[in-house]
């Protein structure tokens, strides 16, 4: 009875304490499905080809503090995504490859908060980003910025393991950081993703646009 009680006791304590490894400030941590911030359960390290990939970021400060007194109403988050590539010779260093990089405008609710939810690959019906004004990428030409490009960027990747590194700044300084392994034999499988997830957020846009209020009132031409 007692060895059961020391191993329950000793199990909890495991879990708390990757409870609080997992929110340790400038940390990013990964998972298939979408994290609850509170309390990040499923945290993964390791993603197969065509896999949905999510992540969110810890900060020491909120976003506010981390950005400084110009962030009054908005500040810009940087996210970038690196290849860690090894070296040719064992006397050199690994070298990080940038993949692909957005800017994420933060406002409202989210600048006070100490932590950013980041839909890297995201499912296209269960996504943060492109669903509230308080974070909003940017629209280049036909495709949104963020995880469409994220995504379409994957979709490049030739069949090899790859060591992916991402980096959030914040005034230029990095404020976060994780990292994760993808495997597999064909990454092209991204791209259809990548265009699913670019049609879901314009139909969210489409959603929350309202048409205006006429301006007067004209009975014959009504």
Do not use: C, W
């Amino acid at each position: 009875m007692k060895r059961n009680i020391l191993f329950i006791s000793l199990v909890i304590l495991f879990s708390v304490s990757m409870h609080a490894v997992a929110q340790k400030g400038g940390e990013i941590v990964f998972s298939k499905s979408l994290i609850n911030p509170s309390s990040p359960n499923g945290l993964i390290t390791e993603f197969q080809a065509g896999d949905n990939i999510y992540s969110v970021a810890y900060f020491d400060k909120t976003i506010k503090q981390l950005a400084g007194p110009r962030a009054k109403k908005s500040t810009i988050m940087e996210i970038f995504i690196y290849e860690l590539k090894q070296p040719l010779y064992d006397y050199q260093q690994p070298s990080e490859k940038q993949l692909e990089t957005s800017s994420l405008t933060v406002s409202g609710a989210a600048l006070e908060k100490n932590y950013l939810s980041l839909d890297i690959i995201p499912e296209p019906n269960n996504m943060t980003a492109y669903v509230t004004s308080d974070l909003v990428y940017k629209k280049f030409g036909p495709k949104y910025d963020g995880p469409v490009k994220f995504a379409e960027r994957f979709a490049k990747l030739d069949p090899v393991d790859h060591e992916i590194i991402v980096k959030v700044k914040s005034n230029y300084s990095v404020v976060a950081e994780g990292k994760f392994i993808i495997k597999g034999d064909d990454f092209t499988v991204y791209q259809n993703i990548s265009t699913a997830i670019n049609e879901a957020a314009s139909n969210i846009k489409t959603q929350k646009t309202v048409m205006p209020e006429s301006v007067r009132s004209d009975k014959k031409l009504e």
